[in-house]
């Protein structure tokens, strides 16, 4: 039943990339005002409560520094330090919980209203109602370049805010996936 469920949330998040990767290339001829990060509610108090929680808060000076400790001869660690050199701040929030909803709904709803004003584009939106499963994107773009990207996910015992701020390439952001605490995309590389 757990490799079931594991197999459902591999599904739903390579439907999610590749429908996000088409659509974000789709709206990149759309203009919008520069990005900002997100206020994101203190959620301090649900770090002892939570089974694991990530918190992930670099601006441009902290991302500075964390690319020098990337190795630049590993290609993967190359590319992340040629990503970062572009982007003004890295924002994660990430909890898991041992029972449901744990966490207050209402200040994820209010991260979701944040990003449906002017500038942000909401691209992706997926839901699964019997599994209480929420996943939003959002893109700003500016002169037709992205500059922004949100992906809010909820379920019942865990919520991720991943808030990626600066010139960002669609090509080559999967690489950051699994570094600065942006959660490991399970997305099989084509033969």
Request: proline residues 4%.
């Amino acid at each position: 039943m757990a490799m079931t469920r594991k197999r459902q949330i591999h599904r739903t998040a390579t439907t999610c990339l590749a429908v996000f990767l088409a659509l974000a290339l789709f709206s990149m001829s759309v203009s919008a005002a520069p990005a900002g990060p997100l206020k994101l509610p203190n959620f301090e108090a649900l770090s002892g409560k939570a089974r694991q929680s990530v918190v992930v808060t670099l601006d441009s000076s902290l991302l500075s520094l964390a690319a020098g400790f990337l190795d630049s001869s590993s290609p993967d660690d190359a590319a992340a330090k040629e990503i970062i050199s572009g982007l003004t701040g890295i924002y994660v929030r990430s909890f898991t919980f041992d029972s449901d909803f744990v966490y207050p709904q209402g200040d994820v709803d209010a991260l979701r209203r944040q990003v449906s004003t002017a500038g942000w584009q909401h691209i992706v939106e997926v839901r699964n109602k019997g599994g209480q499963e929420n996943v939003d994107i959002y893109m700003s773009v500016e002169q037709g370049r992205a500059n922004g990207l949100v992906v809010i996910a909820s379920e019942p015992r865990e919520f991720t805010i991943v808030n990626i701020i600066g010139a960002i390439d669609l090509q080559k952001l999967q690489r950051l996936s699994g570094k600065f605490g942006i959660p490991k995309l399970p997305v099989e590389k084509s033969k």
